[in-house]
């Protein structure tokens, strides 16, 4: 019995002893060719000739894109813009609407009337007056009523729509680059006076601080007046 038993237990191997028995994973081929080949391609793309258009010239869209980007990048015609929303959001929220409605107006404007008298010589001056204007307003804190603060943004929005009409040549498509001036005015003063109308009421200093900014505004106006 002792034998029969040592011989059923000799019958069970070990598991070292069925190392060579187990599964081993398949071996993946090489993703060394695949590579190759992408990067092949991306050369070959990368050396074919395409034709490239500066300013979307090519495009119908070009034109808008020129009028969105121009006050933008612009610092002349920025500046202003930006104190335009700090002293929207300076002013009770009922006021600070009609900001919306009067700056796209007066851009639209002043657009149209750069299309029709283009040599006023007096308009750099005039964007110069306006931005020592806006920024002493700024600086003063000083609480508009609707019909005035709506009177500041059309005005406002003339000169600078006027200046920005100066920068559209024959090629251009004039309602186009109207929309887009009108577009960049309208988004970025509700952007600035929606943030000063938030930003104020958390902090008094906050409130200073616009305060401040609108006075360094003022006196980069007058430093270009002189200048």
Known sequence: CWQSEMVSRSSYAKPRDLGHLRCRPPELPSAKPARRFVTGVGLLLMLAPMAVHAHLV????????????????????????????????????RTARWILVAMPL??????????????????????????????????????????????????VGLSHGYGNGLAMTTE?????????????????????????????RRADWLRIAVRAAGSWIAAIGLMVAVV
Do not use: K
């Open 172 to 200: 251009t498509t004039v309602p186009l680059f109207s929309l887009g001036v009108v577009a960049a005015g309208f988004v970025l003063v509700a952007l600035v006076s929606a943030a000063t109308i938030v930003l104020t």
């Open 58 to 93: 090519s495009t119908r869209f070009g034109d808008f894109y020129g009028g969105l980007l121009h006050p933008l990048v612009t610092l002349q015609h920025l500046v202003p813009m930006l104190a335009v929303g700090l002293l929207a959001g300076l002013q009770e929220p």
């Open 106 to 155: 007066g851009l639209l404007c002043g657009v149209g009337l750069a299309v029709v008298l283009p040599g006023v010589s007096a308009a750099d001056r005039v964007n110069e007056v306006s931005l020592v204007v806006v920024g002493l307003l700024v600086a003063g804190a000083l609480r508009l009523p609707p019909g005035v603060m709506a009177a500041v943004g059309w005005l």
